[in-house]
């Protein structure tokens, strides 16, 4: 039989892509079963299923399944398959962060101590929940809302002290000027947090 050269080319290019899978395989040790871990968080804003998954700030897998876990309060439950070479130490913390400042959600995983076992196949870790923008400006605009009336109480006390020494008077107002400064500080701040809330995430804050 007369073999064609479209046939031979044919084989030479069907040798190449099983030359190729077969080498993809043994350098990303494909075929090796994951270093399945589990944690929970009470809020885990931006993480998806597939989000990335660093140990020690340096990828080692990506978030494999989410699951609502409702009793006894809701929680959500995170799958994490890691590389096999992964080892986690059993006090690791998991946390939520991003890439840069706009970046995406990522699940870090806290290096822990050396003096403390790896964590087994299917293991929970512990994790620390990440601050909600909710209720950090909640806080924010309570703490300006306390400060404006210390300074009205500074204010009446510094008017109705008729008899103190002057220099006592001296010192209460500059308390007040400071206090207002403060509270016009605060609120500047806040107020720019509100408007960008990624500086939060800025690195060396």
Do not use: C
């Amino acid at each position: 039989m007369k073999i064609t050269n479209e046939f031979k080319t044919g084989i030479i290019v069907v040798a190449a892509i099983l030359a190729g899978v077969v080498f993809y395989v043994k350098t990303t040790d494909m075929g090796a079963k994951p270093y399945r871990l589990k944690t929970f968080f009470n809020y885990a804003e931006g993480i998806k299923a597939d989000s990335i998954v660093k140990l020690a700030g340096v990828d080692v897998g990506r978030v494999e399944n989410i699951e609502f876990k409702y009793t006894p309060e809701t929680k959500i439950e995170l799958t994490l398959a890691l590389d096999k070479k992964a080892k986690v130490h059993e006090d690791s913390i998991a946390f939520i962060s991003t890439s840069g400042m706009i970046g995406d959600a990522y699940i870090g995983i806290t290096s822990g101590s050396p003096d403390k076992p790896f964590v087994k196949e299917g293991a929970v870790i512990m994790s620390e929940d990440p601050v909600e923008m909710r209720k950090l400006m909640k806080k924010a605009d309570a703490i300006s809302e306390n400060l404006d009336k210390t300074l009205l109480e500074v204010k009446t006390l510094a008017s109705n002290v008729n008899n103190v020494v002057s220099d006592n008077k001296t010192r209460i107002d500059n308390i007040a000027s400071n206090l207002e400064a403060t509270a016009v500080n605060f609120k500047e701040f806040s107020e720019d947090i509100k408007q960008h809330p990624w500086k939060l995430l800025m690195k060396g804050k």
